[in-house]
């Protein structure tokens, strides 16, 4: 039997509405899911140590190690790989190269927290963690308006524990963005539309990805506009989405450097546009030279395109990329068919930008980071989870824990993940 796609209907509950139980199912996941990333990257430390070359070539500074042992450890499950951009950013700015790569407003916040509290490191994970929280809270506001509340807190539990949910409290950008994303659609499905406006500007400071938020805001307003509860007026707030992104450019441009250096600055990792959906064929490409190298057992020869590393784990990443671009098939489908085409709209959008560019050496580079701040695939996830058996839950809340420890494990070591 097939399920019918619904429209867009009023919340049972009104926009003013106490946010204490949307706080408290936010904050047992978040906790829940802080439990494994910590337990799952100090135990990791414990048993193998770090990879020092790794960590030498990346962050030869030691901005993602400024404590001393212990205090070291404690922050190493939230401290690696791009965190070193992030912090480095925030310190002295940016330069016209390389660090254009990665938008603003992230390490803004991070450079005055890190004046506040004295530690820019220590400002990047509670911003982190803080920004979590919150958009742990909006995203089952907005979950309770579209499947209800037990599909809304499956949804929530199911996204803390997705592997990619590793870097929601590491200092990386990606937890800002799921709360600014979340809110902005909130805003809209509420009829709150400067709000959306002004949050979905911030998306688009945040990732170049926010300005993909216009998708989901127009079907939105398109939606209400029908029904009769927003006006032709209602859709100016929306052209406040890109201001994000020109206020990124234009602080270049009178700075002295290129306004466009947000986009040249991709080819660093070799990210290029292949044609829409050209990074599905090469992904499946690079899945099956990873199935030779394992199967061959020996780095020697390299089935594919070196770029850096063990011929061996980059032959294991890209099947495990894959994987997680197959398992999002049907969960952009149930999007699709089961909530408003403006959730299942934004998700095939926001796929199509990395599929469209995919970086050359590794094709499906970073996926799991991409999948996690898709927050209508985990909306659907949650309602499926709520209507199907227990068996169900738990083999797929098993999965996402094995695989959430797993790569926290590989990050805190130093080992590169995604």
Request: hydrophobic share 60%; aromatic share 12%; net charge positive.
């Given at each position: 039997m097939g399920v019918t796609v619904?429209k867009p209907q009023a919340?049972?509950?009104?926009?003013?509405?106490?946010?204490?139980?949307?706080?408290?199912?936010?904050?047992?996941?978040?906790?829940?899911?802080?439990?494994?990333?910590?337990?799952?990257?100090?135990?990791?430390?414990?048993?193998?140590?770090?990879?020092?070359?790794?960590?030498?070539?990346?962050?030869?500074?030691?901005?993602?190690?400024?404590?001393?042992?212990?205090?070291?450890?404690?922050?190493?499950?939230?401290?690696?790989?791009?965190?070193?951009?992030?912090?480095?950013?925030?310190?002295?700015?940016?330069?016209?190269?390389?660090?254009?790569?990665?938008?603003?407003?992230?390490?803004?916040?991070?450079?005055?927290?890190?004046?506040?509290?004295?530690?820019?490191?220590?400002?990047?994970?509670?911003?982190?963690?803080?920004?979590?929280?919150?958009?742990?809270?909006?995203?089952?506001?907005?979950?309770?308006?579209?499947?209800?509340?037990?599909?809304?807190?499956?949804?929530?539990?199911?996204?803390?524990?997705?592997?990619?949910?590793?870097?929601?409290?590491?200092?990386?950008?990606?937890?800002?963005?799921?709360?600014?994303?979340?809110?902005?659609?909130?805003?809209?499905?509420?009829?709150?539309?400067?709000?959306?406006?002004?949050?979905?500007?911030?998306?688009?400071?945040?990732?170049?990805?926010?300005?993909?938020?216009?998708?989901?805001?127009?079907?939105?307003?398109?939606?209400?506009?029908?029904?009769?509860?927003?006006?032709?007026?209602?859709?100016?707030?929306?052209?406040?989405?890109?201001?994000?992104?020109?206020?990124?450019?234009?602080?270049?441009?009178?700075?002295?450097?290129?306004?466009?250096?947000?986009?040249?600055?991709?080819?660093?990792?070799?990210?290029?546009?292949?044609?829409?959906?050209?990074?599905?064929?090469?992904?499946?490409?690079?899945?099956?030279?990873?199935?030779?190298?394992?199967?061959?057992?020996?780095?020697?020869?390299?089935?594919?395109?070196?770029?850096?590393?063990?011929?061996?784990?980059?032959?294991?990443?890209?099947?495990?990329?894959?994987?997680?671009?197959?398992?999002?098939?049907?969960?952009?489908?149930?999007?699709?068919?089961?909530?408003?085409?403006?959730?299942?709209?934004?998700?095939?959008?926001?796929?199509?930008?990395?599929?469209?560019?995919?970086?050359?050496?590794?094709?499906?580079?970073?996926?799991?980071?991409?999948?996690?701040?898709?927050?209508?695939?985990?909306?659907?996830?949650?309602?499926?989870?709520?209507?199907?058996?227990?068996?169900?839950?738990?083999?797929?809340?098993?999965?996402?824990?094995?695989?959430?420890?797993?790569?926290?494990?590989?990050?805190?070591?130093?080992?590169?993940?995604?």
């Open positions: 619904q919340s049972p509950r009104p926009a003013t509405h106490p946010w204490r139980a949307d706080f408290a199912v936010a904050w047992r996941a978040f906790w829940l899911s802080r439990l494994v990333v910590w337990v799952a990257g100090i135990g990791a430390i414990a048993v193998w140590g770090v990879h020092a070359g790794h960590r030498l070539a990346f962050d030869p500074a030691g901005v993602t190690r400024p404590f001393g042992a212990v205090g070291d450890l404690l922050v190493a499950p939230a401290a690696r790989w791009d965190s070193v951009w992030f912090l480095t950013i925030a310190d002295s700015g940016y330069d016209g190269g390389d660090r254009t790569a990665f938008f603003p407003l992230y390490p803004l916040l991070v450079r005055i927290g890190g004046t506040l509290c004295g530690s820019p490191l220590v400002a990047a994970i509670a911003i982190s963690c803080a920004a979590f929280v919150v958009g742990l809270a909006a995203l089952h506001r907005l979950a309770v308006i579209e499947v209800g509340e037990e599909g809304a807190r499956w949804a929530v539990l199911s996204l803390a524990l997705f592997p990619g949910a590793l870097w929601f409290s590491a200092a990386y950008s990606e937890s800002l963005f799921l709360m600014v994303s979340v809110g902005a659609v909130l805003a809209a499905r509420q009829g709150r539309w400067l709000v959306a406006g002004a949050l979905g500007a911030l998306a688009a400071a945040t990732r170049s990805a926010g300005l993909l938020l216009l998708v989901p805001l127009a079907l939105l307003w398109l939606d209400a506009w029908r029904a009769r509860e927003a006006r032709v007026p209602d859709l100016l707030w929306l052209v406040g989405v890109p201001l994000g992104l020109a206020a990124f450019c234009g602080y270049l441009a009178l700075a002295g450097h290129p306004a466009d250096a947000p986009f040249s600055a991709q080819d660093t990792w070799h990210r290029s546009l292949a044609g829409p959906w050209a990074g599905v064929r090469d992904g499946v490409v690079a899945a099956w030279d990873g199935v030779r190298q394992i199967a061959h057992g020996s780095d020697d020869p390299v089935y594919f395109t070196r770029a850096a590393g063990d011929p061996m784990a980059i032959g294991r990443h890209n099947i495990a990329l894959l994987a997680c671009l197959v398992a999002a098939v049907p969960a952009v489908i149930g999007a699709l068919r089961r909530l408003p085409l403006a959730y299942g709209a934004y998700a095939l959008a926001a796929l199509l930008l990395p599929l469209s560019y995919p970086v050359a050496p590794q094709p499906l580079m970073s996926l799991v980071r991409f999948e996690a701040v898709l927050f209508p695939l985990f909306i659907w996830l949650g309602w499926w989870l709520a209507r199907g058996p227990a068996w169900r839950r738990a083999a797929v809340i098993s999965i996402f824990v094995a695989g959430l420890a797993a790569c926290s494990a590989l990050f805190a070591t130093w080992h590169w993940v995604a």
